[in-house]
Structures are given as structure tokens and as C-alpha cells.
């Protein structure tokens, strides 16, 4: 019988296909929502930290200077969306108003902060070698003096 025959075949391939719906839509939803931890909704930022803000699409301030092992805070203070990406890599993602992303910079050099949205946004922070550890105490540089004649 071909009629009962279609009708068979149309019954196995519905599953199936609301099956891949569901498997499309589940991997839909995990990849729009890659966890970063680092970005904050609205988090705190430590008093005496350095912080960059994204406002009227320019990273301010623009350039920073800090020590190797210090975090720099990049905020976005506006509606539109921003990135911090570094050397050219995007680290953050999407940051929405009020996200808050937290980057340590390990290693001394200099580094070039863009957003991939607004390419008028930039800034550097250079990173200097981390001060001498506790116990090598620098020595004070001894003045000549100068003996009159
Ligand atoms: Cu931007």
C-alpha cells in the first residue's frame, strides 16, 4: 500500500526534524552565551584602580601606564556596545552599559586597546617591568658633592 507507506515515512521524519530544532536552538543559546567571567554587570571597582571608561566611543582615558601584574578595570558607560580587544584579539566580548571588565596584564610592554565596533576607539597601556620585590631596597643614588675650589 504506497499511501500508508508516505504516511509512515512523513511520521518518522517529524520527530526527527523537531529533534534537530531543538538540538539547533540548544546550540544556538550556548554559544550566544559564552561564559566570561571576567565581564561584570554593574560590578564593584576597587578605590585606586585603574580604570578605563567607554564613553562617547573613545576609550578615556586613552593611554595608562601601570605595573606588570596590575588590572586595569574597562567600563562601558554608555548604550553602545563596545569590545576590549587587545593586540587585536577581542578579550571581553560584547559589553553591554554597565559591564565591567577586569584584564591583568602580566608582562611588561606596551599594548594596543581597540573595540571591533568602533574603529575610532583606541587607547595604549603600557606596562613597565613590576617594581623590585620587598627586601631589595633600591639604593639612594649618591649625589657628588661638589667641593668648592
Ligand atoms: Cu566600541
Redo the contacts with the bound molecule.
Keep these: 500500500m504506497p499511501s500508508l507507506c508516505r504516511v509512515s515515512r512523513r511520521l518518522a521524519i517529524v520527530p526527527l526534524s523537531v529533534a534537530l530544532t531543538i538540538f539547533a536552538a540548544a546550540c544556538g543559546s550556548s554559544a550566544g552565551s559564552v561564559p566570561n567571567p571576567s565581564v561584570t554587570p554593574g560590578g564593584a571597582i576597587p578605590a585606586g584602580a585603574v580604570v578605563i571608561d567607554?564613553r562617547d566611543?573613545a576609550f578615556k582615558p586613552g593611554s595608562a601606564t601601570i605595573d606588570a601584574g596590575q588590572k586595569v578595570y574597562f567600563q562601558n558607560s554608555e548604550t553602545?556596545?563596545?569590545?576590549v580587544t587587545i593586540n587585536g584579539k577581542d578579550e571581553s566580548g560584547n559589553m553591554k552599559r554597565g559591564a565591567i571588565f577586569v584584564w591583568t596584564f602580566a608582562s611588561p610592554g606596551s599594548y594596543k586597546i581597540t573595540?571591533e565596533?568602533?574603529p575610532q576607539?583606541h587607547a595604549t597601556i603600557t606596562v613597565r617591568p613590576a617594581p623590585a620585590a620587598s627586601g631589595q631596597t633600591t639604593t639612594a643614588t649618591t649625589v657628588p658633592t661638589t667641593t668648592g675650589p
Excluded: D, G, P, R
Design positions: 567607554q566611543l553602545a556596545l563596545h569590545t573595540c565596533y568602533h576607539m
